[in-house]
């Protein structure tokens, strides 16, 4: 018997066969897909990542255009000594080589300041006090010492020459004024009238008077909406004389009916509420 021709007509020739057909397509297919693949990847063609630091996105957008590239803004900070709106990182670096039609990620300059906070630094030393403002951004510029009864404490802080309150947010970068206390003075001065102000123009009389801002009590706990109170009454009294940095408490309150109750001194020195 021919054994080719019984080979070709056995069942392990016919396997054979198939085999090596589905062999060849594979092979087929492979080539295929790789050579579309490069084609898709455009494999072998780069672009050299140019530097866009310094340069707005009007210019980085033509930049990229001419080196077959595009922006991708992934985000935007704020940094003092920078150009705002202008792009201060990328990715990939300058001078990387990167496949055409390729984004390059990039982080601006915001064009806004950013804004932070004021800390509570009353009751607490000026050198801990400027050294918590500096740790965000805020510098001191100038100190106005006052009589106080505690010396070298952080009596009020000024901002564009007005008492500011904790909480109150800043740019960043800004410049404050601390008021530190320097002990109580040998004079007297009148208390001034605290009645009916805000907390910030309490503050201001205070300090324009020679005295301090002691306790703060609100009637009800503010949720930053600290403006919204009047001092309905403070302790020692409008008018007395009393040592210069000599402490005022003050109490608040949003209601306005508050201030038609007045509070005497009776003779052990205590408080009583009087109503007219």
Same mark, same amino acid.
């Given at each position: 018997?021919?054994?080719?021709?019984?080979?070709?007509?056995?069942?392990?020739?016919?396997?054979?066969?198939?085999?090596?057909?589905?062999?060849?397509?594979?092979?087929?297919?492979?080539?295929?897909?790789?050579?579309? *693949?490069?084609?898709?990847?455009?494999?072998?063609?780069?672009?050299?990542?140019?530097?866009?630091?310094?340069?707005?996105?009007? $210019?980085?957008?033509?930049?990229?255009?001419?080196?077959?590239?595009?922006?991708?803004?992934?985000?935007? @900070?704020?940094?003092?000594?920078?150009?705002?709106?202008?792009?201060?990182?990328?990715?990939?670096?300058?001078?990387?080589?990167?496949?055409?039609?390729?984004?390059?990620?990039?982080?601006?300059?915001?064009?806004?300041?950013?804004?932070?906070?004021?800390?509570?630094?009353?009751?607490?030393?000026?050198?801990?006090?400027?050294?918590?403002?500096?740790?965000?951004?805020?510098?001191?510029?100038?100190?106005?010492?006052?009589?106080?009864?505690?010396?070298?404490?952080?009596?009020?802080?000024?901002?564009?020459?007005?008492?500011?309150?904790?909480?109150?947010?800043?740019?960043?970068?800004?410049?404050?004024?601390?008021?530190?206390?320097?002990?109580?003075?040998?004079?007297?001065?009148?208390?001034?009238?605290?009645?009916?102000?805000?907390? $910030?123009?309490?503050?201001?009389?205070?300090? $324009?008077?020679?005295?301090?801002?002691?306790?703060?009590?609100?009637?009800? *706990?503010?949720?930053?909406?600290?403006?919204?109170?009047? @001092?309905?009454?403070?302790?020692?009294?409008?008018?007395?004389?009393?040592?210069?940095?000599?402490?005022?408490?003050?109490?608040?309150?949003?209601?306005? $009916?508050?201030?038609?109750?007045?509070?005497?001194?009776?003779? *052990?020195?205590?408080?009583?509420?009087?109503?007219?």
């Amino acid at each position: 018997m021919d054994f080719k021709k019984f080979w070709s007509e056995s069942l392990g020739g016919f396997i054979l066969k198939r085999f090596l057909l589905a062999a060849a397509i594979l092979v087929v297919i492979a080539w295929i897909a790789l050579y579309f *693949t490069d084609i898709y990847t455009q494999h072998g063609q780069t672009e050299k990542v140019p530097d866009l630091s310094g340069m707005y996105m009007e $210019e980085v957008e033509i930049m990229l255009r001419n080196h077959n590239l595009y922006a991708q803004i992934i985000d935007s @900070v704020y940094v003092k000594n920078k150009k705002s709106g202008t792009v201060i990182q990328q990715t990939p670096a300058p001078g990387s080589a990167i496949k055409s039609n390729r984004p390059v990620y990039i982080i601006i300059n915001s064009r806004q300041v950013r804004k932070t906070p004021l800390p509570e630094i009353n009751d607490i030393s000026y050198r801990q006090a400027d050294a918590m403002l500096r740790a965000i951004g805020i510098n001191v510029s100038n100190v106005e010492y006052t009589p106080s009864e505690y010396k070298d404490l952080v009596i009020d802080v000024k901002y564009g020459g007005r008492s500011i309150s904790p909480g109150y947010r800043i740019p960043e970068g800004s410049y404050v004024t601390l008021v530190v206390g320097s002990g109580l003075g040998g004079e007297d001065v009148l208390v001034p009238v605290l009645k009916g102000k805000s907390l $910030e123009d309490a503050k201001q009389l205070a300090l $324009e008077a020679t005295v301090v801002i002691g306790a703060i009590d609100f009637d009800v *706990t503010p949720h930053g909406n600290e403006e919204a109170y009047i @001092v309905y009454r403070q302790r020692p009294a409008a008018g007395k004389l009393v040592p210069a940095g000599t402490r005022i408490d003050i109490w608040l309150s949003k209601d306005k $009916e508050m201030l038609n109750k007045t509070f005497e001194e009776d003779e *052990t020195g205590k408080e009583e509420e009087v109503f007219f």
